[in-house]
């Protein structure tokens, strides 16, 4: 198992603050990853969230589990030296379920599988955990490319 750090997970992706929320991860296979998301109560997309009671946004954990999909994707992109510039999009989200609040303060542990549909899209399967129950399901589709941009 490889483990990332916050520094090589911006090597792989181009996202930047505000708008990046995977903290660590674990590569344990071509099609398995598991990392950690966080968002702390001063995070700038709280503040417009229930600014009295506030609540991380549920399309934020969507689009952690996607920026962890595509640290997977760049990671084998690297490693099969089919390009240092693999970028992935989130394309659809086919379904989303939440069964809990998530916290500032609290870590999502998400955990991703995902299944090649054909040479530029992939299908994700994703589970995301806090305080150790489940508190989010989804599924969704990155489409991904080489590129000069980052």
Known sequence: MNKLNAMQILELIPHREPFIFVRDANIISEIAISGTAYWDESHPILKGHFPHQPVVPGIC????????????????????????NTLGV????????????????????????LRLINQSLCLVAAT???????????????????????
Not at 63 to 81: D, F, H, I, K, T
Not at 132 to 144: D, M, S
């Open 61 to 84: 954990q969507v689009e952690a589990c996607a920026q962890l999909a595509g640290v997977l994707l760049a990671w084998n992109a690297r490693q099969s030296n089919i390009s240092r």
């Open 90 to 113: 989130l394309g659809a989200i086919r379904q989303a379920k939440f069964q809990g609040l998530l916290l500032p303060g609290s870590s999502l542990n998400i955990i991703c599988n």
């Open 128 to 150: 995301g955990l806090s305080n150790e129950k489940t508190a989010l399901t989804c599924e969704f589709v990155i489409g991904f490319r080489t590129s000069a941009i980052f």
